[in-house]
């Protein structure tokens, strides 16, 4: 059965830190590229950051420089250490497993509230 845990969500303020975990089990964790994704209230769903089995990463623009993106193979968790939170960053985090071999593999986590407020 195929799992995808996040964990680390909360309150935090303006500029403050949080890591986000994605704990992950049913599947070949090394071969998927891993993302987190972001859905504010009332907006879409949207890529925040990858790695992939390769562990090459990519970030959206909002968040480079702010945001790392970490994968520990040996323990299938995926890590977002997240710095400089802005009020914008508010959000569900998701936590998404990727890959294609012969067909598409796609799975999500349950999500994470982030909320960065004063």
């Known amino acids: 059965q195929v799992q995808l845990m996040e964990s680390g969500g909360g309150l935090v303020q303006p500029g403050g830190s949080l890591r986000l975990s994605c704990a992950a089990s049913?599947?070949?964790?090394?071969?998927?590229?891993m993302s987190w994704y972001r859905q504010a209230p009332g907006k879409g769903r949207d890529l925040v950051a990858v790695?992939?089995?390769?562990?090459?990463?990519h970030y959206a623009a909002s968040v480079l420089g702010r945001f790392t993106i970490s994968r520990d193979n040996a323990k299938k968790t995926v890590y977002l250490q997240m710095n400089s939170l802005k009020p914008e960053d508010t959000a569900v985090y998701y936590c998404?497993?990727?890959?294609?071999?012969?067909?598409?593999?796609?799975?999500w986590g349950q999500g994470t509230q982030v909320t960065v407020s004063s």
């Open positions: 998404n497993a990727k890959v294609v071999i012969s067909k598409e593999y796609n799975y």
């Open positions: 049913g599947f070949s964790f090394s071969s998927y590229a």
């Open positions: 790695i992939t089995s390769g562990g090459s990463t």
